[in-house]
């Protein structure tokens, strides 16, 4: 295992940017038409990616989620918008449309 296959990927509204977690904890945002990418986020703790999605807001936005930690980061620049650790794993990252609000499915018990 070299970390580099994808543990999640998904188009962004329009179609035109595609994300991708690798097991290695590195997310690339890629516009469909090259094979380069666009920008590119390390979680830098070593847990493989589990869950990415694109938010369209005034610009577009990335939340790329490992089994501890979620990073919100603007797509084209790299740049964090927000960062949130968690005490229990992480599963899922889904934003709610048209807000700033997003669910996470995780361990925690109630």
């Given at each position: 295992?070299?970390?580099?296959?994808v543990?999640?990927?998904v188009?962004?509204p329009?179609?035109?940017?595609?994300?991708?977690?690798?097991?290695?904890?590195?997310?690339?945002?890629?516009?469909?038409?090259?094979?380069?990418?666009?920008?590119?986020?390390d979680?830098?703790?070593?847990?493989?990616?589990?869950?990415?999605?694109?938010?369209d807001?005034?610009?577009l936005?990335?939340?790329?989620?490992?089994?501890k930690?979620?990073k919100?980061?603007?797509?084209?620049?790299?740049?964090?918008?927000?960062?949130?650790?968690?005490?229990?794993?992480?599963?899922?990252l889904e934003?709610v449309?048209?807000?700033?609000?997003?669910?996470?499915?995780?361990e925690?018990s109630?």
């Amino acid at each position: 295992q070299n970390g580099l296959h994808v543990t999640d990927c998904v188009y962004s509204p329009n179609g035109m940017q595609l994300v991708a977690g690798t097991a290695g904890g590195v997310v690339r945002v890629y516009d469909v038409r090259s094979s380069r990418p666009l920008a590119e986020r390390d979680h830098m703790n070593g847990y493989p990616i589990k869950s990415v999605r694109f938010h369209d807001h005034n610009d577009l936005l990335v939340a790329s989620a490992d089994k501890k930690s979620i990073k919100v980061w603007n797509a084209s620049s790299g740049a964090i918008v927000a960062s949130v650790e968690s005490k229990a794993p992480i599963h899922q990252l889904e934003f709610v449309p048209s807000t700033g609000l997003f669910f996470v499915a995780n361990e925690q018990s109630r």
